[in-house]
């Protein structure tokens, strides 16, 4: 096994990151929206919020004129959900536009945790489809 820093930063979860911006990309193209024309998106956004600290997006996606956030975690979530959810708050991003995506979670689950919180929780396997929604709620499409 490869010891470079970006190998192993990449199997710890920079996959999902990567594996979700074409997913997403994927999903606005066949729905007929156009790079640069019809959404941007930027990845790993460092910013520093109104209490100081240090915060890192992984996926801003702007979407005609909606801003969608997306944060992917592959291991450990229960520590994060509370201070995205948070985060978004503070980046005044609405609820149905800011999503987790968890790898290890069922869609129950993922359910359970979106009805506590003001993020969308979702599993891989039910990303698009969750995603679909939202658009199809913010975006006239």
């Not at 599993?123 to 199809?136: A, Q």
């Amino acid at each position: 096994m490869s010891e470079s820093p970006l190998a192993i930063n990449f199997i710890n979860g920079k996959w999902l990151e990567e594996y979700l911006a074409i997913k997403i990309v994927n999903i606005l193209g066949t729905l007929g929206l156009v790079y640069k024309k019809d959404y941007d998106f930027v990845k790993n956004i460092k910013l520093r919020l109104p209490n100081g600290k240090d915060f890192e997006l992984d996926l801003l996606f702007k979407i005609r004129d909606k801003f969608f956030w997306f944060e992917a975690k592959t291991g450990e979530y229960q520590q994060y959900v509370n201070r995205y959810s948070s985060v978004s708050n503070i980046l005044n991003i609405p609820k149905d536009q800011a999503f987790i995506v968890i790898t290890e979670i069922t869609k129950t689950g993922a359910e359970a945790i979106s009805d506590i919180f003001d993020m969308n929780v979702t599993n891989l396997e039910s990303f698009e489809e969750c995603f679909l929604k939202s658009l199809r709620s913010n975006i006239v499409i």
